[in-house]
């Protein structure tokens, strides 16, 4: 064979090595394929308690949600996503107007996201890319954005800072009323002097209570 028939055999075989390649990329990112859901709620909803055998994170375009757990409570504000372990069982409120986008991982993806849940600061490209990964419709196969897509969210779900808006179960009255208030609207705010003034006791008080049993200030 001559250099040129082994330049043409070379340049012959590119398109088949890609090919290849891609065939593999798609095999090792279809142990940890994700799946979009969208949904738009007009009124406050409550959805009931339930699980998931693959890791879901939920985002919040607009609006509030609160996710319930047995081991607590996560507040999903915007320009935060909650992420849920497999098989973690939760229920979730919404206020007004929310705009969900959630993405569900595949529990083989061990290793490649967080392993407890945990509330995520979300940078303006995760949630791009939460955004394109929801609005794929069901059953359509990969593309190859896709599948860099789903690169950069896991990339991105080892990476992002992880923030203390987990609320733990309450046991005293006067922030279990706060709780339930909160669980109910949880776009509303009302500010530390007022609830302390609704509940007859003093600002220190509260703010004490709140750090002795939540972990962190009401204002955190």
Same mark, same amino acid.
């Given at each position: 064979?001559? /250099? ?5 055999? /070379? @340049? ?16 090792? &990112?279809?142990? *940890?394929? *994700?799946?979009?859901?969208?949904? /738009? ?17 939920? +985002? ?6 609160v ?5 607590? +409570? ?25 705009? *969900?986008?959630?993405?569900?991982? @595949? ?15 979300? &940078?303006?490209? &995760? ?7 929801? /609005? ?5 196969? &990969? ?14 779900? @080892? ?37 302390a003034?609704?509940l ?7 703010? @004490? ?7 962190m200030? +009401?204002?955190?």
């Amino acid at each position: 064979m001559n /250099d040129d028939q082994a330049g043409h055999s /070379d @340049r012959g075989d590119m398109p088949a090595m890609r090919s290849a390649r891609m065939e593999g990329w798609q095999s090792l &990112m279809s142990s *940890v394929a *994700v799946s979009g859901v969208k949904r /738009d709620f007009a009124t406050p909803q409550v959805l009931q308690e339930h699980h998931h055998a693959e890791g879901q994170l939920i +985002y919040a375009s607009r609006g509030v949600i609160v996710i319930g757990s047995p081991q607590g +409570y996560w507040v999903v504000p915007p320009t935060r996503a909650v992420w849920l372990a497999p098989n973690v069982s939760h229920w979730a409120r919404t206020s007004a107007g929310v705009r *969900v986008r959630s993405v569900l991982v @595949r529990a083989d993806a061990e290793g490649q996201v967080p392993l407890h849940s945990c509330v995520l600061n979300v &940078m303006p490209l &995760m949630r791009e890319v939460i955004i394109a990964l929801a /609005d794929r419709k069901d059953g359509e196969q &990969m593309s190859a954005l896709d599948i860099a897509l789903t690169q950069v969210l896991l990339l991105q779900l @080892r990476a992002l800072p992880i923030l203390p808006l987990h609320l733990p179960a309450l046991k005293d009255y006067r922030l279990l009323r706060i709780e339930r208030h909160v669980l109910k609207s949880p776009d509303e705010k009302i500010n530390l002097e007022k609830w302390a003034e609704m509940l007859s006791v003093t600002p220190r008080t509260l703010h @004490r209570l709140f750090v002795k049993e939540v972990g962190m200030s +009401y204002q955190q």
